[in-house]
């Protein structure tokens, strides 16, 4: 491990504005995935920011009838929270599904919308990872790609997010709230917060420099049944091949999100409209324009079997 130096954060902004004066700076909440990228060298921060003295670690209602979730908020704790358990039911069985309970006591709601891919290209620092080294190429394109992206992909990275909540979050039309260097605070929809790779993988989304994610809003519940299924290669400490986040209602309508086949969670509204003729069309709709590899295109069939699966469960 490279050296660094560490600071504890005083304030939010005064958290933003040192990353933004301190050259490859990082905060650091639960540590869970950057340390190690850190240990392997993916990450060299010459600057730690401690944000855990923040104490952004509440769960507390809003005005609207939803609830605002601290950046801080640990994952066991927000999928054990009644709330959550009660009107997000689709969050908290997303959380459940991810990691260990031992990294689930120590992951922060923020970090775990800023973990970073999982593909093993991207960890090996011997091979090229337009991630990792822009402009030095993907070596996944032509290697072994089953577990990675068969939407939203592109000639410079076919990578996946690997975050459960994050799709949850999609699902339930949540916004990230941040600060700024400047103290400017600013609303980002989770529809936003993820970039497509396109010719800048490295970009993984659209916080500026410095700029800290302080909560997660969530609107007021839509009810219905909240489901989320996980396919993956075993039946813990996993990520996902496909994952489907949905909230069903009982006409048939509801929203889907899918995990496991995308470089961010992928919605797309208007394939939600066909929910009610069935798996095949809805999946159609949203694997519309897929670009597979000979590892991946099972993915395809998965996300239909998976969906219907989803469906015939809310559905009863």
Known sequence: MRAFTYERAGSSQAAAAAAAAAPSAKFIAGGTNLLDLMKLQIEVPTHLIDVNPLKLDRIEPTQEG??????LVRNTALASDERVRRD???LSRAL???ASGQLRNRATTAGNLLQR????YFYDTAQPCNK???????SAIDGFSRQLGVVGVSEACIATHPSDMAVAMRVLDAKVETVKPDGAT???PAEELHRLPEAT???ETVLERGELIT???LPKPVGGTHIYRKVRDRASYAFALVSVAAIVQRDGSGRVALGGVAPKPWRIEQAEAELSRGAKAAAAALLDGARTTRDNAFKLPLVERTLGAVLSEARG
Do not use: E, K
Request: net charge positive; charged share 10%.
């Open 132 to 138: 990792r080294q822009p402009g030095s190429g993907c």
């Open 88 to 90: 997000y039911g689709v």
């Open 201 to 203: 993988p490295h970009l």
């Open 186 to 188: 600013r609303t980002i």
């Open 66 to 71: 939803g609830l605002r979730i601290g950046a």
């Open 117 to 120: 891919t999982r593909c093993p």
């Open 215 to 217: 909560a997660v809003t």
């Open 96 to 98: 459940l599904s991810g």
